[in-house]
């Protein structure tokens, strides 16, 4: 190994970095996978525009119109208009839920009568109408448990609790989830592209003729793409923190061991990439296309992994993602840290990642031309 | 002492260079002549260490079979492979990427070397120039250079001098000369130019995958004689350049050979026959002066690609525009052709004069084109093609069946009619390229390198051809090519040179001016007069 080669081969690439003014890409692809996602993704509603229509006037009506008023999920007006005035406006587009309260409404349930309100809901979107759909019903029966006698209760029992997000926050969902894409995508397109830079202008020439060995190669390769990355996880960490409010409850320095060696598996993941394409256009494509799609659907960002069945679940298994973002939720929501069995092993298994797919990349990295 | 023993290499079923055997002594320059896909690369690839192949390569009693042994071979050898700059990083400096060579060889400093190296290619004030900003040529003397600062025992240089202009070529020569005066080396050298022969100790001549025969430049001469004629007519022989050659004795004297002779001899031998052209005559009016061009100009950025470029193409005319790459030649043409919009300048074409987009598409249909790299579309046959075009041009089909069946016979394709363009030889590709530019009976046509890599015996056909189509149609030509020597062939000739006109002359005249000597020598010296 000779140090004084690879030395100088890293400074081209830091030089060529530069000039070629590709190191602003290793900055601004990760910030703007969090920045844009993580104001994008939006799967909470709230403020959704309401219209009460009091048809009752009564205690138990006005104080469960109320229950609308005081929530950030609902901008509620109590209106003293018709339901169709309320439907017209929903039909324009202003208006999300219309609850219509019926007349005599406390009488009927004092006297143990069946009662009903009337809840419409834009469901021009379906996930959006059922979220809202939701809220509502959560609100009436909470309402209800209040006010109901108390040898009613058996039939309804509401006793929720959200843990580890208790504040039901979309970013502390899905945050960590894209920093788990943006550490993943942008290594790993970085390094398939050093490598596959000089396979297009050919001066990978410079590398086959030369007496520079393949591990001298790679560690002159591989190291770029890692160190600058590894600032990322510390650029992540802030903005996940400080712009998107998301608590931190572990211990960083498994955060941060955990995100270096998830680096090291994308930058693995570019070595593979580089190794069969030829031009840096189907590197990038092929670099992206294999890290963001399970990113997306393996990191829980959307979906937990535990409710996958038969293949996706296996498949999710496959992938280095999920054992990143289980450590990322971990630390970021919940803080079991270390303790956790399941922890210790999934970091064993990045890093098994990491070696593994390295080495099986300079396995098959040819010193000649192929 | 290089010996190269049986070098086969292969691209799966496809056989690059078969049994290629010869020797390289100390100090030599070997020289490797062919067209592109003749088996040089990968012969070069294959000593280098940089290529699988069959049989043994011996360097200095050392023998190896694959690049992994080749291995401990590599700090003694040097590659510089085919391609412009190919092994320079477009955003380092000269000065850095004498760095960074010194060091991935693990040399030591030795500022007198370096300093000498700098001076030979004329690069020691330019020290802090990135290399995309450098010229084609200085391009090529900081690869040479680079590849030298280790002082390898054996340099392999694959065409290195392709579309460089021919002082830098020239420079490159001394940097050679002096290298191996100086110190024990064997040179292996490729290139598409036989003039370059001349220099070289031995000379291996490469046909379709094979070395066809080998030997000082004298003595190949020497073997070519007995076969080569002054101009006559007759069968069974390859004419071209005022020469003929022929198996069988011609009632004629014999001419002096040059070395494309063995290129011929050698297809005779295997029995190959020259294509005969038959093109029908046709009467075309057309005003006197096709295309008269006054001072056009195309700025990229700050770089002046053409700088007031005058030209006047006349009717019937066949006239070279030549230079190295990145002189302008190609963007000339594209300006011409309305590809690029014109900076500065004014243009007639067919006597009207162009000034918006729709001077130009009442001119379409007479202009024929054939760009670089011949653009054609390597997932339709040759016939899909040829129709493809003809209906472009808004052709009947009836006429594009028609004039098809006439030019693949006439121009000798027609075998070929149904086969790929990637599968075939470039000069087909090539001449069926032509057969689509000309297929709508255009009355000028505009050329772009097309015998560029081509081997001799396509090149010259396509010349005739270009002369016969000249003397049937009374077609204009404006052609482009690297290769200087094609002035002979041409009835005008201009020369840029970084986007700047330094030369336009009949080649008569040059030849009145300048007796005894090569274009190549001629055009050299108009290079100096403007350095």
Known sequence: MRLGAIRAYMLKEFIDLKRSKMIYLVYLLPIMILILFGYGIRLEVTHARTIVIDQDNSKLSIDLAHAFMHSKYFDTKILPITPDEALASMKRAKTDIIIIIPPSFEKNLLKGLKSEIGVFIDASFPLRGRVMQGYVQGVLLNKASEYLPPQKIPLILINQRLLFNQAMRDENAIVPGLIALALLVAPAILAALLIVKEKEYGTIFNFYASPLSKAEFLIAKLTPPFVLHSVNIFIAFFIATYIFDVPFRGSFALFWVASELYVAVAVGIGLLVSIITRTQIAATVLAMLITIIPSFLYSGMLMPISAMEGGSYIEAHLFPVMYYSYILYDTFLIGQGLQSSTIILYLSILALYGTGLILIGSKLLKKELS | MLEVKNLTVRYGKKIAIKNATFNAHNKEIVGLIGADGAGKSSTLHAIAGVQRFEGEVVFNGYAYHSPAEAEPLKSQIALMPQGL??????????????????????????????????????????????????????????????????????????????????????????????????????????????????????????????????????????????????????????????????????????????????????????????????????????????????????????????????????????????????????????????????????????????????????????????????????????????????????????????????????????????????????????????????????????????????????????????????RKWRISILITTHYMSEAEYCDRVVVLKEGKKIVDDTPQHLHELYPGLSFEEIFINFYKETK
């Open chain 2, 85 to 470: 700059g190919l092994v320079l990083y477009p955003d380092l400096s000269v000065k850095e990427h004498f760095e960074f060579f010194k060091r991935i060889r693990g040399v030591k400093d030795d500022p007198a070397y370096e300093e000498r190296l700098l001076k030979m290619a004329g690069l020691y004030k330019f020290q802090d120039r990135l290399a995309k900003n450098l010229s084609g040529g200085m391009k090529q003397k900081l690869s040479l250079i680079c590849t030298l600062l280790h002082r390898p025992k054996l340099l392999i240089l694959d065409e290195p001098t392709t579309g460089v202009d021919p002082l830098s070529r020239r420079e490159l020569w001394e940097i050679l000369d002096e290298t191996r005066h100086a110190q024990d080396i064997v040179i292996l050298y490729s290139t598409a130019y036989m003039q370059e022969a001349q220099q070289m100790d031995k000379i291996l001549l490469f046909d379709e995958g094979e070395i066809i025969a080998q030997g000082k430049a004298e003595e190949l001469l020497k073997s070519a004689e007995p076969y080569t004629y002054e101009e006559t007519s007759c069968d069974e022989c390859f004419c071209f350049d005022k020469r003929c050659y022929s198996l069988k004795p011609l009632p004629v004297p014999h001419a002096k050979p040059t070395l494309e002779a063995l290129f011929f001899i050698n297809a005779l031998k295997k029995g190959k026959k020259e294509t005969r052209f038959q093109i029908k005559p046709k009467k075309v009016q057309t005003p006197p002066i096709i295309v008269e061009a006054k001072g056009l100009t195309k700025r990229f950025g700050d770089f002046v690609a053409d700088d007031h470029i005058d030209l006047t193409l006349h009717a019937g005319e066949i006239l070279g525009l030549l230079g190295a790459n990145g002189a302008g030649k190609t963007t000339f043409i594209k300006m011409l052709l309305g590809l690029y919009p014109i900076d500065e300048g004014e243009l007639w074409l067919l006597g009207k004069k162009i000034e918006s987009y729709e001077d130009r598409i009442e001119l379409k249909n007479y202009i024929g084109y054939m760009s670089q790299n011949f653009a054609l579309y390597k997932d339709m046959t040759i016939k899909e093609n040829m129709e493809y075009f003809g209906k472009l041009h808004e052709l009947p089909s009836k006429t594009i069946a028609q004039k098809i069946e006439e030019l693949s016979q006439g121009l000798g394709f027609a075998e070929y009619l149904d086969e790929f363009p990637t599968s075939l030889p470039m000069g087909i590709n090539q001449r069926f390229s032509l057969a689509t530019a000309i297929l709508h009976e255009p009355v000028v046509l505009f050329l772009d390198e097309p015998t560029s890599g081509v081997d001799t015996i396509a090149r010259a056909g396509f010349w005739k051809l270009l002369h016969e189509l000249k």
